[in-house]
């Protein structure tokens, strides 16, 4: 059974940094895409990153590129978000998912997520002074 479980939310001051985590098991192989979504309230989910089973493809949300860097250490069954120069619209549930899927180039490929069939729970982010 797949799981995945995120870390690493809580509150922060504008201009500050988080580092979010995903904790992934029951892949019986590391072929399989890792992506990061957020919704905030009162709007749909978007997606923020995708990295690939090898890291050959990285997609970012253009609202987040330059802030944000995915990453995978597919040795601990790991993926991670590091969070930097965050803004108050960053504020949202933030969530990981994953499947056996390549990250698509665009943002409307991923369809609001329809492309994962595994999450998380969810970790919140708020950006707040």
């Known amino acids: 059974q797949v799981q995945l479980v995120e870390s690493g939310g809580g509150l922060v001051q504008p201009g500050g940094s988080l580092r979010l985590s995903c904790a992934a098991s029951g892949f019986t192989e590391h072929y399989y895409g890792v992506a990061w979504f957020r919704q905030a309230p009162g709007k749909e989910r978007e997606v923020v990153a995708c990295?690939?089973?090898?890291?050959?493809?990285?997609y970012y949300a253009d609202s987040v590129k330059g802030r944000f860097t995915v990453s995978r250490d597919n040795a601990k069954n790991m993926a991670y978000l590091q969070m930097d120069s965050l803004k108050p619209e960053d504020t949202a549930v933030y969530y990981c998912?994953?499947?056996?899927?390549?990250?698509?180039?665009?943002?409307?490929?991923?369809?609001?997520?329809?492309?994962?069939?595994?999450w998380g729970q969810g970790t919140q982010v708020t950006v707040s002074s």
């Open positions: 998912a994953a499947d056996r899927v390549v990250c698509p180039s665009s943002a409307s490929y991923y369809n609001g997520g329809t492309l994962f069939d595994y």
């Open positions: 990295i690939s089973s090898n890291e050959a493809n990285i």
